[in-house]
């Protein structure tokens, strides 16, 4: 058993070695560098007064924050399949983190996303430049949206489906291929809550906007 492994992780480290990963790992250094970077600089910038009171700041502080919470806890995890030569399935605890991450990372800056575009289409029907969401509102839109994303992401740490590792074996995240009627069903409500419902949202509210911009006289 030990021995087989030791072949295993070999065959991997050569692998890592020929097979053009170190290129896979500089991106990936690079990325998280100018990612990190630039969600740090990002939120310094926000919270500068002149931004601080903005209706939409405290959204734009949850996407920045999702995306230094993901660099940190989501990103580094490949590198280090490649590294050691563990691939990820090999550890389902490991697997289960980073698909729960990365798809609730997502999920919820989708939703942030979403609900952006509604409090700019709210706060151009006010037709009052000076407008402002209340914090109170902010902050409970930025809440629905973790609750979504994590509540969106639950179910395969529930055992309804669950997280494998893709065929590169650095990455994991729901089984697409589970074509089971609870397989297919949450296939189908991934794809519901994570596109068709955020773009619905999102093209009626630019809709609003566009038809209040364009026929401001229809709405005084």
Same mark, same amino acid.
């Given at each position: 058993?030990?021995?087989?492994?030791?072949?295993?992780?070999? +065959? !991997?480290?050569?692998?890592? /070695?020929? !097979? @053009?990963?170190?290129? =896979?790992?500089?991106?990936?250094?690079?990325?998280?560098? $100018?990612?990190?970077?630039?969600?740090?600089?990002?939120?310094?910038?926000?919270? /500068?007064?002149?931004?601080? &009171?903005?209706?939409?700041?405290? $959204?734009?502080?949850?996407?920045? =924050?999702?995306?230094?919470?993901?660099?940190?806890?989501?990103?580094?995890?490949?590198?280090?399949?490649?590294?050691? @030569? %563990?691939?990820?399935?090999?550890? /389902?605890?490991?697997?289960?983190?980073?698909? =729960?991450?990365? +798809?609730?990372?997502?999920?919820?800056?989708?939703?942030?996303?979403? @609900?952006?575009?509604?409090?700019?289409?709210?706060?151009?029907? /006010?037709?009052?430049?000076?407008?402002?969401? *209340?914090? %109170?509102?902010?902050?409970?839109?930025?809440?629905? *949206?973790?609750?979504?994303?994590?509540?969106?992401?639950?179910?395969?740490?529930?055992?309804?489906?669950?997280?494998?590792?893709?065929? !590169? @074996?650095?990455?994991?995240?729901?089984?697409?291929?589970?074509?089971?009627?609870?397989?297919?069903?949450?296939? $189908?409500?991934?794809?519901?809550?994570?596109?068709?419902?955020? $773009? !619905?949202?999102?093209?009626?509210?630019?809709? &609003?906007?566009?038809?209040?911009?364009? =026929?401001?006289?229809?709405?005084?």
């Amino acid at each position: 058993m030990n021995m087989t492994n030791s072949i295993e992780t070999t +065959g !991997s480290s050569f692998a890592f /070695q020929n !097979s @053009g990963y170190s290129l =896979f790992i500089t991106g990936m250094l690079i990325i998280l560098a $100018l990612g990190f970077l630039g969600n740090v600089l990002t939120i310094l910038v926000l919270y /500068q007064a002149s931004h601080r &009171k903005e209706t939409l700041t405290p $959204l734009m502080l949850n996407l920045a =924050f999702a995306g230094v919470f993901i660099t940190v806890f989501g990103y580094p995890m490949p590198i280090d399949v490649i590294m050691t @030569g %563990k691939e990820m399935g090999v550890d /389902q605890t490991r697997c289960n983190w980073y698909g =729960f991450v990365m +798809g609730t990372v997502g999920i919820t800056s989708i939703a942030t996303f979403t @609900g952006m575009t509604l409090v700019m289409s709210y706060s151009v029907r /006010q037709m009052n430049p000076r407008f402002k969401v *209340s914090r %109170k509102i902010s902050c409970c839109l930025i809440a629905a *949206s973790w609750v979504y994303g994590v509540v969106t992401m639950l179910p395969p740490l529930l055992g309804w489906t669950r997280f494998v590792p893709g065929n !590169s @074996g650095l990455t994991c995240g729901p089984d697409w291929t589970d074509i089971s009627p609870s397989g297919t069903a949450y296939s $189908l409500l991934l794809i519901a809550v994570g596109f068709f419902v955020p $773009l !619905s949202l999102i093209s009626v509210s630019y809709f &609003k906007i566009f038809r209040y911009v364009s =026929f401001p006289a229809d709405h005084k």
